[in-house]
């Protein structure tokens, strides 16, 4: 049941809270990233971050892939991110094993999101045997089913819905228009971004008499585990039977597809417009590019990265590396694109051989 305290009241006003610093020393944050500062004076006032092509003075910027390496002696920031072993160069320095993700945790000295306090919104629809958790805030319109448990400290922002029987943890976050549909469940820590959408039925179809099709109703339920975030527009499915399942610290771009009965391992990351067909299974700390398809009921193993666009019609190995259609070694890829621009050359050759 709800406790008393987080029933709406007459007087709910949405207030957000979020603190921005305008400006830090720049030896201050080295100190907050654990960087060390060489070639520099510590006391340049830093007021922000910026990617290296676009950084001026004051701003903070990072270089973390070597083709981007000259211009780190060009670049107007006050400060460059990089590793230990880095050159030197004209600009001040902040030493640092993993520059890219000094970067990110730069960026949050800077800059922090909204934080949204205990509260429940009047219009929002709670069904009496809903379990809220402690300190939630449940934004305008949103709507939460009979049954649902939810964990203590969650967000959702207007117009979520959570369907009959969901099953959430603690730190929960939905933006606006996100869905969880029934029996499904969730970790500690999940983010939804804007219009995703957890457990909406499989595809799933059988061929009937005259040769329409028949719905197979879609009975299992979609997992998703502990620190995973789906972003804008994505699609996990619910499963014919049994489960969909996207494990711990998984992060799932927008626009993905993750068909019914598809397991994800840990650490994965699913780039924009991936699709996986059902009864997919991906392995952990794999890395799939924007547009890649894998056709269903096959493995990518552990470690595998495919490039962008790559159609993947059967098994990869534990740590490959792939490209192109169908899925081949990214190599070979690389040597067979180089030969198919080359054709048009070789064929003039041909024909001035038969003259």
């Known amino acids: 049941m709800i406790s008393p305290n987080h029933l709406p009241t007459k007087d709910y ?33 830093i007021t922000g971050v910026a990617g290296i092509e676009t950084a001026g003075p004051g701003e903070v910027t990072f ?42 945790r730069a960026i949050e000295c800077f800059y922090q999101p909204p934080v949204y306090p205990p509260g429940i919104h009047p219009t929002a629809v709670i069904a009496p045997t809903a379990t809220i958790g402690a300190n ?5 319109y ?17 117009h979520v819905v959570l369907y009959p029987g969901a099953t959430i943890g603690d730190r ?12 499904c469940r969730l970790g500690n ?87 996986l067909a059902g009864s997919t299974t991906i392995g952990k700390n794999v890395i799939l590019a924007g547009q890649v ?5 096959l493995t990518v193993g552990d470690g595998a990265i495919a490039t962008a666009q790559t159609g993947i019609p059967s098994d990869v190995a534990p740590g490959a590396v792939v490209s192109g259609y169908p899925a081949m070694d990214n190599r070979a890829w690389l040597r067979t694109v180089a030969a198919v621009n080359r054709l048009p050359h070789l064929l003039r050759k041909l024909r001035g051989l038969d003259k």
């Open 142 to 158: 949103a709507v939460i089913a009979d049954n649902v448990t939810l964990g203590d400290d969650a967000v959702l922002l207007p």
């Open 172 to 183: 929960f976050f939905a933006h606006a228009h996100a869905v969880v549909r029934e029996h």
């Open 189 to 275: 820590d999940v983010i939804l971004q804007n219009g995703a959408v957890i457990g909406a039925d499989g595809f799933g179809f059988a061929k009937g008499p005259g040769g329409r099709w028949v719905k197979i109703v879609q009975s299992g339920r979609a997992i998703l585990d502990d620190a995973v975030e789906v972003q804008a527009n994505a699609c996990i499915d619910r499963a014919s039977i049994g489960e969909t399942r996207i494990a711990a610290g998984t992060k799932v771009d927008n626009l993905v597809q993750v068909g019914h009965g598809s397991t994800v391992g840990e650490n994965t990351l699913l780039c924009a417009q991936v699709g």
């Open 63 to 104: 270089v973390a892939n070597p083709k981007y390496a000259s211009m780190a002696r060009t670049t107007s920031a006050a400060a460059i991110l990089v590793e230990p072993a880095f050159p030197d160069t004209p600009v001040p320095t902040l030493r640092i094993d993993n520059p890219y993700l000094a970067f990110a």
């Open 293 to 297: 398809g894998v056709a269903g009921h």
């Open 13 to 45: 006003i949405l207030q957000t809270k979020s603190e921005t610093i305008a400006s830090m020393k720049l030896h201050e944050l080295a100190d907050r990233l654990g960087a060390t500062l060489t070639g520099g004076d510590g006391e340049t006032e």
């Open 136 to 140: 939630a805030h449940i934004g305008a």
